[in-house]
């Protein structure tokens, strides 16, 4: 056996006994949590268990390298990795997979995912950011898989801004640049696209970044032989290994169960990245994964005897144990105890966390079936709610939606009935819902003052001789402006940095900001929006520009399953207030020039969606968007740079609300509510429809999510009566969500003299050139004929039929 490696300060033999057996104690206790969390699973306490066993050993040596100031993005296997930074009880474990709602006891995300996925508090409850410097920082998980690579890029790269760029407040953020961001992923989940676009970018930035890649064989049954050319993911990225004359990665490689050359392997590993700013691969080899792959199925289904029986000979634990007899550490009898302690601590906890969240759920079973039964007292149907009420009261370990259901059946008996009993019950129905809600719905967005809906419009001022310019102007001098006053901006995307995007509405800016704040990216849309993600986790506030609309769709995955569900996920204890810009709306043919606005707004709920119509607008937005909290992404219109808008004299004061419409052109006959490019062609309508005596209200979305806040559209309906919504998405749309919006949300429906009405583009998308865009979206002559069809059902004798 190898000579123990002194990587911890020159400890002496004693001092390194004690941590090497305290951190077999964690693996110990780790390993235990797995055993009784699939057991818990298994007997219906807990829906769903995925564990760390089989990885405990090398989370032990990533933890003795990760420094606090550090992050952490890895996936659902590592909670050795967090119980040994001290992130992580067994009783919040247990408190995870019972879904405690409770985010003091269950801190990872108060219930609302499953067990595995970890996090570190990143704000105080005002939303204010703590000192991440002296806490060890661990992103929020997500389960899909490689989907925590984009944003591991981020954290890295924030390290490279933060040493280079000046003039950037690092209070709470940084300390010179020094921190690692460290990865992880599972053998399987490196042939996602994602984790070969990481690698690479990673590869071209140079940034801080540690990547450990546990390697059992298997991706769930699938052997690796069906995962990797070569089985071997180490082997294949050979060519990203850097040599004295190209930058690139350090790639290393070690056993999962050799723990003193795991502890120099990773002491190797962060001195490479936090020193040098070089990312570095550790592909750990030889692991097990006892338990399989999750609680859904046993992995004796597709191992064969002889693979259960070396996994079981080369257990990263039992290695280690063996290890440590055979360097003299610790006596076989010692071990053992430290193991029965290891599984009693960890039933008292498992207990303790289910007794801790039984204990409320019991206490609200006990009044519920008090109510119920008084109400059964008084209720003709008395047999029927007796009955439900035993039943309820029956349940030896409750659930909120047990009780909830039970209590809403009953009411129905009531139906007739008037008694305060009865009240009494619709009272407490009606609390216990809206306090209970709260606990699974808050936080989609930012709860504090920094909301960005609570931001107060400044409107634009214009000198009386304010200049005609390009909207790309407007947009470029404001940008300029945001990176004068604020150094914790920067954009980065496709072209965006030497010609200053392809519409030049960054124009100059990189020769006057630098290549770090105004950047060049490779086509890589997923990692550009984990570029903005990780950034914007540690403090800077990051603009990712996505060339086209369309493109957009490269990097939804990202968007939806990372950056909307963020400050949900952690109930408001991280947030990554990133500015996702991109252009679209009308141009010429299939691509670039589709408007998947429905497709994105419905997968991208927890971030704001807005479509200003000119760039006086976008300017505006981005001004507000850079005084809050949550994360947005703004469509441009792509016709719109060469179009001239006046110049504003408080162009950087300027800010857009968010969530709120506007009326453009006031009406009397009919509301006509549209956004973006089509926003303009309805304009022109309505003054064509003035001269047949047709008065139409026209209103600017401009904020799709949030909609219409103050309803205001409801406002203009039940002066019209009449409403039509345009838009160039398809049908079923994004003009189908308005509808909803006005009908459902603002209750519309009762102003209404006439059948709402939407008007789309066709269901396929524009075919190209002029002709094509007329017969795919919305014409001028479309929009007329469909208002004039409205009024001609109205009043047919002033409005005779068209045609």
Known sequence: MQTIPDVTNDLSFEDFKTEVLNDYKIAMVSRECSLLGRREVLTGKAKFGIFGDGKEVPQLAMAKAFLKGDWRSGYYRDQTFMMAIGELTTEQFFAGLYANTNLELEPMSAGRQMGGHFVTHSLNDNGSWKNLTEQYNSSADISPTAGQMPRLLGLAQASK??????????TNFSKKGNEVAWGTIGNASTSEGLFFETINAAGVLQVPMVISVWDDEYGISVHARHQTTKENISEILKGFQRNKNEKGFEILRVKGWDYPNLMETYQEAAKIAREEHVPVLIHVVELTQPQGHSTSGSHERYKNAERLEWESDHDCNTKMRQWIIESGIATNEALVEIERTAKRNVRDAKKNAWNTFLRPIKKEQLEIVSILKKVASKSANRVFISKLASDLEAIDEPTRKDILSTSRKVLRHTLAETHTEKNTLANWINANISKTQHSFSSHLYSETQHANVRIKEIKPTYADDAELVDGRIILRDNFDNIFSSHPEVLVFGEDTGKIGDVNQGLEGLQEKFGELRVADTGIREATIVGQGIGMALRGLRPIAEIQYLDYILYALQIISDDLATLHYRTKGKQKAPLIIRTRGHRLEGIWHSGSQMGGILNLVKGVHLLVPRNMTKAAGFYNTLLNGDDPAIVVECLNGYRLKEKMPNNLSAIKTPIGVVETVKEGTDITLVSYGSTLRIVEQTAKDLLALGIDAEIIDVQSLIPFDLNHDIVKSIAK????????????????AYILDEILNKQNAFQYLDSAPKTLAAKAHRP?????????????????????????????????????
């Open 161 to 170: 801004i933060f040493r280079n760029v000046e003039d950037i407040n690092t």
């Open 720 to 735: 019209t009566n009449r409403v039509m919504i345009i838009d160039e998405d398809v049908p079923g749309g994004a003009s």
């Open 767 to 803: 075919a190209y050139g002029n002709d094509g865009d007329y017969f795919s979206k919305p014409s001028a002559e479309d929009i007329f004929e469909a208002i004039y069809a409205v009024m001609h059902e109205t009043n047919p004798t002033k409005y005779p039929k068209l045609r």
